[in-house]
């Protein structure tokens, strides 16, 4: 267990969901929380200042993508992730495991560790679970996550049942190669779509001391109700004292959803990657920027919001810059649906804090609920 | 003239340079002052808000490209170019004469105007100087520019001899056209590298009322003292009361060169272009981020800059992000370039104000003057 981070459930809601608090190295999260992308060391296109302007209290980067560029060892001597992120707030790593199995060719999983081939230069390497809680440590992450073996959806279940064994030993591994108190290490539960292996996965995890668990393996292209069934097996056996990360999750009513089924943390492309694409988030629904009818819209984006670009740009304008491909048009629309999500998250934790969960977070999510 | 235009000489150094100010509908401008490049409607990848802590006073567009998308009226539904920006302080576009010529397909120019095939759509148009004012009336901006006639370099003199008349005769229908006040008008010297020419170009614009004078057709990649030949030949005969614009210029030397002949308004893409290539601005020349040298190198790009960039990043951490491809690298690249150019001109103007010009600003422009 990490000796400078700490939980605490403030207070638990009828439905399940908590209003909670992480004390971490970096600073304190209240949960629910979500969590901007920023794989590569930045939240594409948002300075770090622009991130708290929207709101953003921790965020998301991936050990994987950084050991491969520019080097664990380099960030280490740039004086770790903070600093090579300009963000002196809280950080989660996701260990990489789900990414070397989409990204890296050649991948050979072995009990050892994952074989790869660099998706980046293309040199082979091994990546062990120590390694993960290793390339972690050096980041200098507030939270780490333990390497996981990530099975497609359609998986025969005595490959999962494999995945799921190695999972928890790769956990009871990499906890055993930590040598840094400030850096806490969740684990995190596999077993596809079978609750059984999804209970056995908890139970081995959960035996071993972590600072807090994961649930990983969904929002994968799963029907929605697939991932709600197994979300919400998959909660039950977790410690209510420790925080409950959703992995890759997701819309604003699935966001919901987990949260009233106890969940705590999540992380999510959609705001940002739907915003490069025009995709904006708004309490009526999704508004599809490069619609012709926005064309000479002097409207904000949405009406109310308070965020920076609807505060100064009208749809119109918005719709040009993306249409004319300048890059502004990806950083207004990334602040409007990043100041979206993390609003919605302080309107769910208000609604927590008061007792009007989930009547008033609902609210908050419009035509998403 | 327009009636909510008005430029002033504050100071004239014995060098020839001039300490001025401009008075706009959106506000003063401090001269010799450097216009950052928006040609879109954005200059790529800043916030207005940004722009403004770069020390941007008044920023530059493109009418005939604004003209091509979002088109001319879909702005003024939206409220005009300011409204459109996001960006409330001074703008001046260029009319797009120099842009029709390089852009656009099957251009051809003749007296009435330039007909052209659109480099966006491939419609066909006829731009007519008349067409240029009330297009960049209907923007609303505070400085439109004359339609000319730009002639590539290496054009036989008889060629660019009728280009100048051209211009001439296009800039006495341009200012015949106008119907708003609030819109200041320059006319555009031309001639190529030819001074007799040149003058011929000056004597027949300063007949005319505008509001100030550009010289065009320089910086078109011509040998550095060709353009400082012509940019001297040129400035001679412009009215000393009104505002002189050096289009296209430069780098930081040739900036304090061309500020020393008494140009007061600048504008050029390499800070911006530049920035999202790798290529920084510092006293000590150019950074070239990528290089492997930065890699774990934790400085900030140029040590004593107040830029946001070199306040929170190292150049490691910029070469890391423009090496991955990320948005944000080339966001503080331009920043920090931006800030670069906006912080010599107000070393050029403390310089002109307290009679050290040019020995200060010499000093502020490092290796490059």
């Not at 638990?12 to 629910?32: C, I, K, M, W």
């Not at 199995?101 to 790869?116: C, F, I, K, N």
């Not at 440590?137 to 780490?144: F, H, I, M, P, S």
């Not at 915003?275 to 009818?293: E, H, Q, S, Y």
Request: proline share 5%; glycine share 12%; charged share 20%.
């Amino acid at each position: 267990m990490s000796d400078r981070f700490a939980f605490e459930v403030l207070r638990e809601d009828p439905s399940g969901a908590r209003l909670g608090r992480l004390v971490t190295p970096h600073g304190a999260v209240e949960t629910p929380a979500f969590m901007p992308v920023g794989t590569l060391g930045s939240v594409k296109g948002l300075t770090p200042r622009q991130l708290d302007e929207v709101g953003a209290d921790i965020v998301l980067a991936n050990a994987y993508h950084l050991a491969q560029r520019p080097g664990v060892d380099t960030v280490a001597a740039l004086g770790g992730l903070h600093a090579l992120m300009g963000w002196h707030r809280p950080i989660l790593t996701d260990s990489g495991g789900y990414q070397l199995m989409s990204l890296a060719e050649l991948v050979r999983v072995e009990d050892e560790g994952v074989h790869y081939r660099s998706h980046v230069d293309g040199h082979a390497g091994l990546f062990r679970p120590e390694d993960a809680i290793r390339a972690q440590e050096a980041l200098g992450v507030d939270v780490a996550m333990s390497l996981d073996e990530c099975v497609a959806s359609g998986t025969p279940r005595e490959r999962v049942a494999r995945a799921v064994a190695r999972t928890t030993a790769w956990a009871a591994r990499g906890l055993a190669a930590r040598t840094r108190g400030a850096t806490a290490v969740f684990g995190i539960v596999q077993g596809g779509f079978d609750a059984e292996l999804r209970a056995e996965s908890a139970a081995g995890l959960t035996a071993l001391p972590f600072d807090g668990y994961a649930v990983g393996g969904l929002s994968v292209g799963e029907p929605v109700l697939e991932t709600t069934r197994v979300a919400a097996a998959a909660v039950g056996p977790l410690p209510r004292a420790r925080p409950r990360y959703l992995m890759g999750v997701g819309t604003p009513g699935d966001l919901l959803r987990f949260v009233a089924m106890g969940y705590d943390l999540f992380d999510c492309v959609l705001p940002t990657r739907n915003a490069r694409n025009g995709m904006l988030f708004t309490r009526d629904g999704k508004l599809v920027i490069r619609n012709a009818r926005h064309a000479r819209d002097a409207r904000p984006v949405e009406e109310g919001c308070g965020c920076y670009t609807c505060a100064r740009f009208s749809r119109g304008a918005l719709r040009h810059l993306m249409l004319a491909g300048e890059m502004l048009g990806a950083v207004l629309s990334t602040l409007h649906n990043l100041h979206f999500y993390l609003r919605l998250m302080r309107e769910f934790r208000a609604a927590l804090r008061e007792g009007t969960f989930p009547s008033r977070a609902a609210v908050a999510c419009g035509a998403w609920a």
